[in-house]
């Protein structure tokens, strides 16, 4: 999958996918957009797409 695929998917619905057996959610909101990590709920919330994936197809996770 392009970047820009991922970024299509991201904009248009929920996205869940998986990282070191970790689950993890992506969804919009009228906010933007919401990552969260399902084990404990920790959310961080992105203005954009964008701000949420860089360039280089990684995700911005502090």
Known sequence: MTY???LH???CMEYIFYVN???YWI?????GYC???LRDR???EFKTAEDLLK???SM???
Request: net charge negative; charged share 25%.
């Open 21 to 23: 057996n970790e689950e």
């Open 4 to 6: 820009g695929e991922f």
């Open 35 to 37: 990552l969260t990590r």
């Open 27 to 31: 969804s919009s909101n009228e906010n």
């Open 60 to 62: 911005n996770i502090h």
């Open 42 to 44: 920790n959310s961080q």
């Open 55 to 57: 360039t280089d197809g």
């Open 9 to 11: 998917l991201v904009k």
